[in-house]
């Protein structure tokens, strides 16, 4: 069973930066894509952005996010981060890691999950 652990999350101010980390226990096909996620209170969860290992390692992102959010990947380390700057309070929110077999934008195609790391942006 791959396991992926989530870090980094915590209180930042408006217009801050942030990096997030997710490392996978174990590379596998199922693990080919690694992304992120985010569920604020109240809200379905949200698709931030994804990485593909077998696509050259080109993230793509959300358009929420698209221009402040950034994926670099390690493939080394089967660590993916989540680079986040010009943050704003609309982005707090518990931010959770992902890996599955193709980079898309659907919740329900992943199969692995991490524990969630919740980010709070103060005003």
């Known amino acids: 069973q791959v396991q992926l652990v989530e870090s980094g999350g915590r209180l930042v101010q408006a217009g801050g930066s942030l990096r997030l980390s997710c490392t996978a226990s174990e590379r596998t096909f199922r693990t080919n894509a690694m992304g992120w996620f985010r569920q604020a209170p109240g809200e379905e969860r949200e698709f931030v952005g994804v990485i593909s290992w077998w696509s050259g390692g080109t993230p793509y992102y959300a358009d929420s996010v698209n221009g402040r959010f950034f994926i670099p990947g390690d493939n080394t380390k089967n660590t993916v981060y989540l680079q986040m700057t010009s943050l704003t309070p609309e982005d707090t929110a518990v931010y959770y890691c992902?890996?599955?077999?193709?980079?898309?934008?659907?919740?329900?195609?992943?199969?692995?999950w991490g524990q969630g790391t919740q980010v709070t942006v103060s005003s």
């Open positions: 992902a890996a599955g077999r193709r980079a898309v934008p659907r919740w329900s195609e992943y199969d692995y």
